[in-house]
């Protein structure tokens, strides 16, 4: 199931933490943009009903974890959106993407790696 850019957010968080309340949760949104409890726990309950994140209920704070990897996700969205928006070119998304935000030289050599990785038969 795709997340919506809420539950992105949210998932975000839980990859980068490994897990989270819902309460831990929200502090960690507070610190970009305002954003209520109730707000956060009702898109995790959801989220929880989608299959997004599991959750553990045998503490009184619930626990949540993402239920898919990090790696999964981004690329799900990015298939689609080279589907989408690139008309099925992935060349064209990589040169937006450069065009758009300069790259720094660990990211162009890590560029060259997975390059290099793919034309290799590596992926």
Do not use: N
């Amino acid at each position: 199931m795709k997340p919506t850019p809420a539950e992105l957010e949210i998932l975000s968080v839980l990859w980068r933490f490994g897990e989270g309340t819902v309460r831990q949760v929200q502090s960690e949104l507070e610190k970009a943009h305002p954003t209520g409890y109730t707000t956060v726990l009702k898109l995790m309950q959801i989220m929880a009903e989608k299959g997004l994140v599991v959750r553990d209920e045998s503490e009184r704070a619930h626990v949540y974890r993402p239920a898919v990897p990090k790696e999964a996700t981004q690329r799900q969205l990015v298939g689609e959106m080279i589907e989408r928006v690139f008309q099925g070119s992935a060349a064209q998304m990589v040169l937006q993407a450069l065009s758009h935000k300069h790259a720094s030289k660990k990211d162009v050599a890590d560029i060259r790696r997975m390059l290099d990785d793919y034309e290799g038969g590596k992926r």
